[in-house]
């Protein structure tokens, strides 16, 4: 009973410095996600991926990078750490599009991130 | 752009009472509007899809409308817990599949 699971569930990192948010998912989902909440902010799309081997940007990509090479796992990138990339990162999935259940995205619990 | 905003950010109730949040977009051209909980410290759940072709969903002790012409929606929860405090974002599926979310509004039902 898995779902979407993110790793780790903290994080602090000191500028310049560089890690990889994990997300894996069980649910054989073709669509995943990555997005980040600010405080007082709803959530903003960083990337997102609708099949393995195949990403695209969403509205806030800049310093962020994905890969998808299975269709289990959706990693983001963080290359050079800024203050502005403190927040909370939420992977989520979907079964793909059409209507009802199947537009349903299933969220893991987030990623805390602190950039000092 | 889609813009999605949610009044008021915060709402407190004794319990019992029903509570009405709302949800307003810019854009009428949607597919489905989703109203998901968020407790603190956790991811968001899904609790009610509503495709553009409905006016209402229901699930149990909760209901939630969509006027696309106004670019309205709002979720009604009756008779009101406190396991219902948390915080409700509606989100809207725009014509380019993604999702544009509210900054939601945070519940306290005062036992």
């Known amino acids: 009973n898995a779902g979407v699971t993110q790793t780790p569930k903290f994080r602090i990192l000191k500028i310049g410095q560089s890690m990889t948010l994990q997300c894996a998912q069980d649910?054989?989902?073709?669509?995943m996600y990555w997005y980040r909440q600010d405080p007082g902010m709803g959530l903003k799309l960083i990337y997102y991926?609708?099949?393995?081997?195949?990403?695209d940007k969403g509205e806030v990509p800049n310093g962020y990078n994905v890969s998808r090479s299975t269709t289990e796992d959706f990693p983001l990138r963080l290359e050079l750490a800024a203050p502005s990339q403190t927040s909370v990162y939420f992977c989520?999935?979907?079964?793909?599009?059409?209507?009802?259940?199947?537009?349903?995205?299933?969220f893991g619990a987030g990623t805390r991130l602190s950039v000092l | 752009k889609q813009e999605v905003t949610q009044i008021p950010a915060a709402l407190s109730v004794p319990e019992g009472e029903n509570l009405v949040l709302n949800c307003s977009f810019t854009d009428s051209a949607i597919y489905n509007l989703q109203w998901f909980r968020q407790d603190p410290g956790k991811g968001l759940t899904s609790l009610l899809l509503?495709?553009?072709?409905?006016r209402e969903q229901t699930s149990g002790r909760l209901n939630a409308s969509l006027d696309k012409s106004s670019g309205r929606s709002t979720l009604y929860i009756a008779a009101s817990q406190p396991g219902d405090s948390a915080t409700y974002l509606c989100?809207?599926?725009?014509?380019?599949?993604?999702?544009?979310f509210g900054a939601g509004t945070t519940v306290t039902v005062r036992a």
């Open positions: 649910m054989n989902h073709n669509y």
């Open positions: 989520a999935s979907k079964t793909g599009i059409g209507l009802g259940a199947k537009n349903i995205q299933y």
């Open positions: 989100a809207v599926r725009r014509s380019d599949y993604k999702l544009s």
């Open positions: 991926s609708v099949g393995a081997g195949i990403t």
């Open positions: 509503i495709q553009s072709s409905q």
